[in-house]
């Protein structure tokens, strides 16, 4: 080649990692550490977007970087193969689900071999095949037979045309996306899994894990322990009594009126009028960020019924009311008026009293202060007084102390067709009778109907769905609800450790082999469910005795969203751009390493053409410098280093510190590559041919984590070797040119970031760098800093409130 070209270079050294398996991992003790790098797996529809180009760009980057100093590194690749959307496209096409989904998984696997990710292949799997699935329903049954899997009744979304249950996202503003018509709520059984077990190791174990704050902080918010009393409202004219969970036990003589969720299962008991049916519909296509908005006008319906408020005895009216969330404690409320805003806002609308229980200021008042209109209780501070009348309550048999917790049990029923079948049979002799292990998996069956009227499209397949009783050989019928694909994702990672495994779903010595993953990769929208559901699953088999670890993720990178012309990139915006086309036109190198590049991995980035083409130039540079580099010769030296030799060690330095898992600056380390080609071109007719050949080999290696296949081919042109096989290489501290330091940034004692620093920076110089940190801004979330407290040498303290 006399010009650089990616369309010969990659399919090269995609060949030879091929016919090597270069990138394939055995299960037998090595001497070398393990580490497990897995970035989150894709839902295989259509063709891999910029996104998983720029999420396996990273994961690749790490894995490279770990091997090459000293670890085995698993990384391994599937498909989160289950779910809706191929399920609508069967609706719209008629295109079965497992055919359109198996095409896209052909162009995910085409795709990402042409990105030259080192993937094991060996491990590959889709979550839809039946040897996969065996082992989902397998897991299935073991949290069954322990109690963690159970069916209670639950309020779905159902439209009543097409006789069917709707996810969430067919509601369009009430309404079904199919047929336009209003959608109503329905109590039906459903399967959950008892995640609120696990609440308190879920928050507990947060500290043992190093994932971003406010990933942290999102499901400390979900789970949302809090501490208070559970008091009882009986409803005596029909003999029901009604837990309601309260922080404020304190404000109980305030209850002048009691208000449910439109979800609670006994509102339509209570009144099924037209009106209630009506206003219970609209309220659940409703977001609950929307209905618990403190300033939107309150809305409800009168029940028509009384519950005894429990220390004093009155009758307090029944209301159905939007602004009360299932989420939250029992789905009822005591309202108190006097004492909260919402209350006051509803009591004030459909004038009800509102009663005065804590002296202070202007009503709604929400602060301390002495009881007043509280029987006993009159003249204490609210905050003696909580205690007392939590005491109270239980001597009598009406309330008790309690934790509640935001985090609801996981639903995981689907009445789905394009789903893993829950592997229970329901017989009218024995109950709920699971399939046993030796007739796993059970398998989907053929229908012709994914959105038939009254039932679920399970149950059209009734050959499948009638069957015989595992206990007693009597009739029985197969469950026919399928599970949430979140099941799926909470244990693939587990499986990847032991892919051929026909025992079992994986090996416990395996898996310690592997387990944690030591760095996960994904998306800031997984926060909450796939991440907390995997970390109850790791839980929960841990305690039956197949794990050996209480965590499935050590570190977690969540990397940011890549936007076109300040958009979020769709089809209907026209801004979507194509990692097949740029591939094709510029290389996949340049699209891995302008995708990482484009700034800050963490943040959201803006796509630009014209940056694409950048990148390709300064790779034709390298390629370049490695094609015209002298040939070695010995050379007299006067002794001293060159300044290129000098630049290849700075360069050494400043990647190693930037591939760091405490900072993952890839921009910046590409950067320095870039820096480092620059220096070769003005130097390399100035200096010993040995440096110039040595700058280009360091510049072939340091790129290899992102532009693989050039990097390969540079590294191989100066030296003969194989770059992957090559340690990460190690800068000499005598030539770096001015040493820096690794400056500590704390806010409120508690690190935050590390960033460079020069040695012989001034305190006050410290401070600027320190304010300058992306990662500080981000915490401050409106705070102030009120202090600096500057270590020279070492880190900054910054006091905010």
Known sequence: MDRYDPQQIEPKWQAVWADEHTWEVSNEPDERPNAYVLEMLPYPSGEPHIGHLKNYSLGDAVAHFQRRNGYRVLHPMGYDAFGLPAENHAINTGQHPRDSTEASIRAFQRELREWGVSIDWTREFATNEPRI?????????????????YRKEAAVKWCPHDETVLANEQVINGRCERCNN?????????????????????????????????VIKQQRDWIGRSEGAEVTFRCEELGIDYPVFTTRPDTLFGATFFVMAPEHPDVLRLNDSREVRDYVNHAVTEQAEERGDEAR???????????????????????????????????????????????????????????????????????????????????????EAYGQIVEWLASEGKGEQAVNYRLRDWLLSRQRYWGCPIPIVHCESCGLVPVPDDQLPVELPEVSDYRPKGKSPLATAEDWVNTSCPQCGGEAHRET?????????????????????????????????????????????HAILHLLYARFFVKALADMGALDVQEPFARLFTQGMITRHGAKMSKSKGNTVSPQDIVGRLGADTARCYILFLGPPSQDADWQDEGAGGVHRFLSRLWTAAHDAPDAAPEDRDGEPTALLRKAHWAIDKVTRDMHPDRFAFNTAIAAVMELVNEIYR????????????????????????????????????????????????????????????????????????????AEASQEQLESLARGSAKLAARLDGQEIVKAVVVPGKLVNFVAR
């Not at 039906?188 to 995640?195: A, D, N, S």
């Open 133 to 149: 699935y065996r082992w989902t329903q397998w897991i299935f049954l073991r949290f069954f037979e322990r109690g963690l899997a």
């Open 481 to 525: 609800d399928t599970m949430d694909t979140f099941v799926d994702s909470a244990w693939y990672f587990l499986r990847y450790c032991d892919p051929h495994n026909d025992k079992a779903p994986f090996d416990r010595e395996v898996t310690a082999r592997w387990m944690p993953v030591d760095q996960y990769i994904g998306g800031i929208e």
């Open 683 to 758: 130097q390399r007719d100035s200096v010993p041919a040995e440096d110039v050949r040595f700058a280009v080999a360091t510049a072939g290696s340091l790129i290899f984590p992102f532009a693989p296949h050039l990097g390969a081919e540079v590294f191989e042109q100066m030296t003969g070797r194989r770059v992957w096989e090559e340690p990460w290489p190690q800068a000499d501290p005598t030539l770096l040119a001015s040493e820096e330091i690794q400056l500590v940034i704390q806010l409120n004692g508690k690190l935050i970031d590390r960033i460079s620093a020069p």
């Open 297 to 383: 006008e309150k809305t409800g319906m009168a029940l028509g019924h009384t519950v005894t408020n429990p220390v004093t005895g009155e009758q307090i009216p029944m209301f159905v009311a939007d602004y009360v969330l299932m989420e939250y404690g029992t789905g009822a409320i005591m309202a108190v008026p006097a004492h909260d805003s919402r209350d006051f806002d509803f009591a004030q609308k459909f004038g009800l009293e509102i009663r005065q229980v804590i002296e202070g200021g202007e009503l709604p008042y929400t602060g301390d202060g002495p009881m007043v209109n509280s029987g006993r209780f009159d003249g204490l501070h609210n905050r």
């Open 182 to 214: 209003l959608v109503e709520v329905r109590q039906l059984e459903q399967w959950f899994f008892r995640i609120t077990e696990y609440a308190d190791r879920l928050l507990e174990d947060m500290e043992t894990i190093e994932w971003p704050e406010n």
